[in-house]
């Protein structure tokens, strides 16, 4: 799995995270850690000063724990979507490999473009215009860590790919970002099944309490 850090325009480093993605838990007591076969490599991104903007580079390591980008986190959801503008660049992957979403605030086409590399840090493409509009805010903000993982094959357009959104595990700031991402029309499934059982478990505690 890959591990980001990204920094904003403010000079702050948040996680942003990806894909190898970035996908990673199937249940409410692995939300917070992605199995051990998925962490492979962490993944810096460096603030650089060039002569003309800003622009971001990746330093590839090894990444021997990764538990703390998750400390306080929770899977809100799965996202399927599309690697666009795939024709434009010669890189290779496998249909279950995690990938890199990488923030590229200096695009020149969008500001809110979302790149997509592979592990070997070859341009892959980008996701699409209105859907990175929607992620943008809450990855600049902290407030989700997304992490991306190859979902097929790709077409001569198109790269299918999910995306795992990892959000706020405190309350009351996770009901607050679920309200945001149901405005975004982004998915919150994951956090609504966790809290279900989570209510379910507590109301079958309260039966044995009573019964004793």
């Avoid at 939300?31 to 590839?60: G, H, N, W």
């Avoid at 590229?104 to 493409?125: C, F, K, L, T, W």
């Avoid at 919150?188 to 507590?202: I, N, T």
């Amino acid at each position: 799995m890959i591990k980001v850090a990204y920094a904003n325009s403010h000079g702050r480093t948040t996680p942003s995270r990806f894909y190898h993605a970035p996908p990673r838990v199937s249940s409410p007591a692995s939300c917070l850690t992605p199995p051990a076969t998925e962490r492979a490599v962490r993944v810096s991104l460096r603030r650089t000063e060039t002569a003309q903007d800003t622009t971001k580079s990746i330093t590839l390591t090894p990444d021997e724990d990764d538990k703390e980008i998750y400390e306080n986190r929770q899977l809100y959801g799965i996202l399927d979507t599309n690697i666009v503008g795939i024709r434009y660049y010669e890189s290779s992957a496998a249909v279950g490999e995690y990938v890199l979403v990488r923030r590229e605030p200096v695009n020149s086409y969008d500001h809110n473009a979302i790149r997509i590399d592979n592990v070997r840090r070859q341009r892959m493409g980008h996701l699409a215009r209105d859907v990175a509009a929607q992620l943008v805010p809450l990855m600049d903000s902290g407030e989700l860590i997304v992490d991306g993982v190859l979902a097929g094959t790709r077409s001569e357009f198109r790269w299918p790919l999910s995306l795992k959104l990892f959000g706020i595990a405190r309350h009351p700031e996770k009901w607050a970002l679920r309200i945001e991402m149901l405005r975004k029309k982004l998915p919150v499934q994951e956090l609504d099944r966790a809290e279900a059982a989570r209510q379910k478990k507590q109301r079958a505690l309260r039966r044995q309490q009573v019964s004793h």
